[in-house]
Antibody, heavy 124, light 109 residues
């Protein structure tokens, strides 16, 4: 079964850091682009960041550029999001999502598999 | 950045009726890199349509996508009770950022 499981969310004070992880199984992880998408409570979807299958292409939303860093470890079938300088507006459910095409560009396909998300709460 | 505007914000229909959801882009979406997702309360989004009109395997054929350039449509031919949810369009060909529409809530009338 193809599966993505996020972890690492929690309550954090403004200005602090948090690292999210996404464990992948059931597919050849190192062939697919991976993304982080967030959803603030009661709001819509916002793309946060993406990384190509070989880490050769990385992209960020302007709202997180310079504060968040995406990475992946293909040997561990894992995706990460290092979040520094967290703000109240970063509070959201963070989803890990898989690109649909194998060995393709970062922006070449939609997201065909999603995890259930991990909640990040930013509050003092 | 390509801005996607979905209309209507809320659509109230009855089971068996036809639903037409619109997604308009602020500039042309390259190669019809436009997708549609369905999200039910407490669940992750589910991909329905990619490439503007290609249906994902396992998605019922009552769901169809059409359009090109800046105007795209998701049509649900005959609504089933399980179709009432929030629908998002997404463009992924413009890099970066990937953007989503604000969503259309499809509710039971």
């Amino acid at each position: 079964e193809v599966q993505l499981v996020e972890s690492g969310g929690g309550l954090v004070q403004p200005g602090r850091s948090l690292r999210l992880s996404c464990a992948a199984s059931g597919f050849t992880f190192d062939e697919y682009a991976m993304h982080w998408v967030r959803q603030a409570p009661g709001k819509g979807l916002e793309w946060v960041s993406g990384i190509s299958w070989n880490s050769g292409n990385i992209g960020y939303a302007d709202s997180v550029k310079g504060r968040f860093t995406i990475s992946r470890d293909n040997a561990k079938n894992s995706l990460y999001l290092q979040m520094n300088g967290l703000r109240a507006e970063d509070m959201a459910l963070y989803y890990c999502a898989k690109g649909g095409l194998a060995v393709a560009g970062l922006y070449d396909d939609a997201f065909d598999i999603w995890g259930q998300g991990t909640m990040v709460t930013v509050s003092s | 950045e390509i801005v996607l505007t979905q209309s209507p914000g809320t659509l109230s229909l009855s089971p068996g009726e036809r639903a037409t959801l619109s997604c308009r882009a602020s500039q042309s979406v390259s190669s019809s890199y436009l997708a549609w997702y369905q999200q039910k309360p407490g669940q992750a989004p589910r991909l329905l349509i990619y490439g503007a009109s290609s249906r994902v395997t396992g998605i019922p054929d009552r769901f169809s996508g059409s359009g090109s350039g800046t105007d795209f449509t998701l049509t649900i031919s005959r609504l089933e009770p399980e179709d009432f949810a929030v629908y998002y369009c997404q463009q992924y060909g413009s890099s970066p950022p990937i953007t989503f529409g604000q969503g259309t809530r499809l509710e039971i009338k």
